[in-house]
Every structure is written in C-alpha cells, then in structure tokens.
DNA sequence: TTGTAGGCGTTATCAC
DNA sequence: GTGATAACGCCTACAA
C-alpha cells in the first residue's frame, strides 16, 4: 500500500513536514502557533490527498502505542465474541487500536505463536481472557516478562498477579442449586469443560456445585460429573453419557450455554422431554439462549458489558500504573426460562 | 511497554546491529555470511533477553507489513466469526499477521471510522466483509483510493472491481424450493434482514426464492415477504408478524441461522410445532444449527473453509498483482434435517 | 564475516 | 509562526 506521506501533504501545501504535524496534532494544545490560512492549506492537502497518518512511525516516534490487544480462547464462542465486543466498542470509543487474536482450540504451540505475534506488534495494554496460553511454560514467561516490564494487563482469572475481572458464580451457583432441589431434584447432574492443554474450565461453579450441594444436605455422586471437551458435540456426548447412568440424573448443570445446547439434543435423542423428564441450565446466557426451544434457564453475566469493564480497569491502569491491584467480581443471576421445572420421578 | 531492542542485544552479544539484524532474517537466504559462533551468541542473548522484533519498525522499514486486514460486519453473529476464524488461521499459517474489525450493527460513521483506523495501521490486503459500509459515500471513496493505489482486497460481494468471493446461492434455493413444494407446501413465506444504513442482506436469497417460485409455478404474494433487522430478535418480530397472517404461511425461509432461530421461537410462542404446523428453512449451516430442537435444514456453505479460500484468493492477489479479476463462488448444499416436514393443511 | 550509514514516517526539540 | 534536525527500531546496501 502506497498511502501519502506526511511530506507529500507538506509538499502540496507548500509548508514543511513539521508544519503539517502540528496541524494535525498540534491544535489539541491550548497553543496554536499556526496561522489559519497555513492551517487551512494543509488541511485541505489532507484532504485532497486522502493522507492518514501511519500508526506505526507514530507509536515508533511517540512511544505510545494508542492500542491494546485482547487474546480469547475461541472466537466462534459466542461468549468469547461478545465479550470481544464490548471490549471492542469501548476502546474504540476511547481512541484506541485493538488487536484482537483467538488462541482457538487447536495447540499450545498455537497459543505460543498468538502471543508472541502480539508481543511484536506492541501494545499498551493487554486483556487476558485465555486461561489455556498460561498453561504452557513458555507462555508463562512471556507474560511474566511483558508483566515485569510494567505492561498494563488485566486477567479474567486470578493466576497471576494483575488486575483481575471475574464472574462470581458462588452465590449464583447457589441459586441453581436450591432452585433444583426445591422443584424436587436429587440427582443433579453437570458437565465442564477441558480446553487445550488439559486446562479445566468452570472449576469455579464445579466447586460452587459441589459446595452447594451438600449445604442443602445432598450426597454427592462423582458419577454424575463428567468432563468433556468444550464445544458443543463434547457437551452433547458428554450428556449422553450422564444421561444413559441409571439411575440417571433428572437435572443437568453445563458451565456454559453452548455444552447445555448440547444437553439438550442429547436429552431429545433419548426422547426424553425438557424439561418434564430432565430440567438443564446453562451459564452465560448467551444471546440465543432465549430463543431456544425450550428457553434455556441460564446464569447470566452481561458479557458485553464485561467487555466494556475489562477495558475501562485496563484503562485506568494504564493512566495510572501505581493503583492498587483491583479485582473486579461481576455479579451474576440465575435467570430461570423454561429449561427447568419439577422432578419427574 | 519497554521492549528490550536490537540494541540490547547486539551489545549483550558484543556485535553490531546489523549482525543481529542478519541473525534473525539473514539465514532464510542460502547465503549465511555469519559464522556459527557469532550466530550462537546472538542466539543466546536474544533468549536471555526475551527480545522480539518490533513489527512496526520491521514494516516501516522494509516496505511490507505483512498483514492483512480483515472487516465484518458482526463479531457476535457465529456465521462471521466462523469465517473470521477461517481467515485468521489461514493468515497465520502463513506467517501474516491479522487485524480484525467489525463494524457492528451500529452507524454508519462508525463503520468509517473503523475503516480509517485500519488504514492508519497500514496493511498488504483486505477482505472485506462487510457490504455495510460501503453505504457511506466516505468509505466507498476510501475503498477506491486504497484499491486504486493497487492495494489488493477480496470481497465477499460484488459491488466493486475486485477480486471477489461469494456464495451462489441459486442452486441450493432451487433446492430449497423444490423441498418445500414436494412436500406439499405452497404458501412459502421468507425473512431478511437489512443492516445498518439500509442495506439490504440476502437479496440474492431473495431473488432465487422468487425465481424459483415462479418456474414451480407458485404465485407470488408480496405479503410472505418481511424485511427485517439482521438479530435474532428481529427474526422474531419479522416471523411472529408473518405468522399472524391468514392464511399464515405453512413454510418460511430465513436468510440465516439466526433469523430462522427466532422464527423457530415465534412459532414455538404460537403454539405451533416444528415441523408439523411449520417447516423452517435457514440458511449458513452454523455448528448450532445441528443440534437446535428440532435440528435446523438449512443451506450449508462451510463458512470456516471460506475464510481460508478467502486468505487463499487475497495471497495469490499479493503476489502476484497482474492477476486477472477472480470470482469464486462457494458451492452450497441444502442439508435436510428436522425442521422441514409435510404441510399441514 | 562483520560494521557503517542512510532511510522508512512520525514526533519533539530547537532555532530562526 | 515556521522550518531544520535528531531520535524511534529496524532493514539493507555497501564498505571494511
């Protein structure tokens, strides 16, 4: 790409380079030293000529790089992309680049490579929604570095030791739990997540589960969790197994809504009715979630608006690198649809 | 963020810039005027050091960013994010870096001011996604200027004198119709949606729908006709409207996934059963789409192979520029499922 | 085999 | 008010 230069606009105007800087970033300062038929010249060079400034000599030459970067798991996760897109809007909406990058599903390797690739585009500050890249040891020290060197970053979790923004999901994995056990289930199923690496998703609500669980006085039964991987085939065979116990589960917990979408399939190819033989919630309440048929009952986040929050911690972080470490809990609520309803037996 | 340079690493090392320089880049070549010694402690001291080249000076520098851009018009429809994630690993695969956009369903300043801040960034090539912001006279004169200035660009329409990838949906909608038709139905109705700054989506679906209609020989009637919003909730309202007609249609088309999830919602409100009182047709073939009660039919043109034959096209376009204008059109296929079924009166 | 020097498009600091 | 000039981090002849 071919774009026009600052010299060629100073050419067309007739000015020097320095000039055409100073109108284009000069005028923020209270002080204009630049006469306006000169100001005008040059604007109208821009415009003629379609010139943008280059990004790259201007992060090169001021040292601020005016961009922060977010790594995701999985962009085809609709939980992951909407809470991209809050973040998104909202740099956007302070002026800044974003650098987006999805570590996907596949290798180690892989997520070695996003960061890397991200570490050499530079960036002022970083959202960290991917617990797997932490997984390798490699990465590790990657982060640890760009961490030691000052580099804002904001985590989605608690390992290290940045400013953390998370879902507080005990109070309302309680709420799952007593809503369950009050339409009469005992045998409560659920199913998380394995991602690359053999890292385990959704220990959080697993543990909230199981807490839950025996505070309203049910025994637990190893059985009755299963592990899968995350998409939404892993949840769909990993009910299946749930479901094909005996005696089997009459409800089923999935840490997020894309493995309960997958409940639910397997529910209806056993011909079982939801939610008059199995009552199944999810978490995240994905937008599609309440359109589905059933309505699916969900714990929601507000995962957009997340987004937004992730950014405006980083942000501030990066106005002021000497706050203290902030930990952000986002609450959380059981929305009850339709996906839920009394024990059948 | 304070990097370590090349600097510090031709000084740890004891050598000059440009050795290190040469170290890094030097051995791709079959010329390898370094000796092995000299390589080894660059080696090491880039290791020790953590360093990574810094891709905007590499770029401002050499003349190639080795990056390619990439605009959609929605992060948080899984049709693009599949084809983003399409796009992204082709691109890295290749060693190209990936800068995505989306212009959100918001304004149409909005998707300009996304184009401009991409442009700032500088990049070798564009997919473009996103018919929306073409809308905006602003953006259309961008676009031209960057394409005239030879910047390769792949769209996934038609409108401008690119290098252009689509999917042909005439076949697959004749499929669609001769489905529907054997099985009895005749009043068809059809949902689409239109995107910020009125563009209208799937009129191509539409085209083939009448067309094909017509060569059947089912009149047409306007009135099954909706023009919608592109979100699900739209869907909704667009099929609960239709829906109330009477005669109601005994079929409706979607232009998508989602769409068709909301249509499959408003049915579900009106107590009708799919596919007994309504068949549903969508269109993208989504992973969700196959395990939604009933599973969706729909229109299947693997959008995630699309992303990556989109990287392909814009490759070979980079380089080698003299390229003739190439068109690919992306076979579809309707996949019979769940959600079609005789008509019921 | 290694080092020197100029340039990429900016910004920022000086003089004029 | 405006115009040189030195960085910023890197690449690439060209010289040594």
Redesign the interface.
Same mark, same amino acid.
């Given at each position: 790409?071919?774009?026009p230069t600052q010299t060629d606009v100073a050419q067309r105007a007739g000015v020097s380079r320095a000039t055409v800087s100073y109108v284009i970033n000069g005028l923020t300062d209270g002080k204009i030293p630049i006469s306006d038929e000169t100001r005008k010249r040059v604007l109208d060079a821009i415009e003629e000529l379609?010139y943008?400034?280059?990004?790259?000599?201007q992060? +090169?030459s001021s040292g601020k %790089?005016n961009t922060i970067a977010l790594i995701i798991p =999985?962009?085809?996760n609709?939980h992951f992309?909407?809470f991209?897109?809050g973040v998104?809007?909202a740099a956007?909406a302070a002026d800044y680049?974003? +650098?987006?990058?999805?570590t %996907?599903l596949?290798s180690d390797e892989?997520a070695v =490579?996003?960061f890397?690739?991200l570490?050499?585009?530079?960036?002022?500050g970083l959202i960290l929604a991917s617990h797997f890249i932490l997984k390798s040891k490699e990465s590790r020290?990657?982060l640890a570095?760009?961490h030691k060197?000052?580099?804002p970053i904001v985590e989605f979790s608690d390992i290290n030791n940045v400013d953390t923004i998370s879902a507080d999901y005990t109070e309302a994995t309680k709420e799952v739990i007593s809503h369950l056990v009050s339409l009469g289930h005992r045998r409560i199923g659920f199913v998380y997540g394995v991602g690359t690496g053999g890292y385990e998703l959704g220990l959080d609500r697993l543990s909230s589960y199981e807490e839950s669980l025996q505070a309203v006085g049910v025994a637990l039964d190893p059985g009755l969790v299963i592990k899968c991987g995350p998409?939404?085939e892993d949840g769909?065979q990993g009910a299946l197994k749930l479901l094909q116990r005996d005696p089997r589960p009459t409800a089923i917990i999935a840490i997020n809504d894309l493995l309960a979408?997958?409940t639910?399939?397997a529910a209806?190819d056993l011909g079982m009715c939801?939610p008059d033989d199995l009552s199944i919630i999810g978490y995240d309440d994905i937008?599609?979630a309440n359109?589905?048929?059933p309505?699916l009952t969900t714990v929601t986040k507000d995962t957009f608006t997340a987004g937004q929050t992730a950014f405006e911690i980083l942000m501030a972080r990066m106005q002021n690198p000497k706050l203290p470490r902030q930990f952000t809990k986002l609450p959380t609520k059981l929305i009850i649809r339709e996906s839920t309803g009394r024990a059948p037996f």
């Open positions: 790409m071919n774009q379609g943008e400034p280059d990004a790259r000599a992060a +090169l %790089t =999985d962009l085809r609709p992309s909407e991209a897109s998104e809007e956007r680049h974003f +650098l987006l990058s999805s %996907t596949i892989y =490579d996003v890397k690739d570490v050499r585009r530079r960036f002022d020290e990657i570095r760009i060197r000052g580099l998409t939404i769909y979408i997958g639910m399939r209806g939801i937008p599609m359109y589905l048929l309505r």
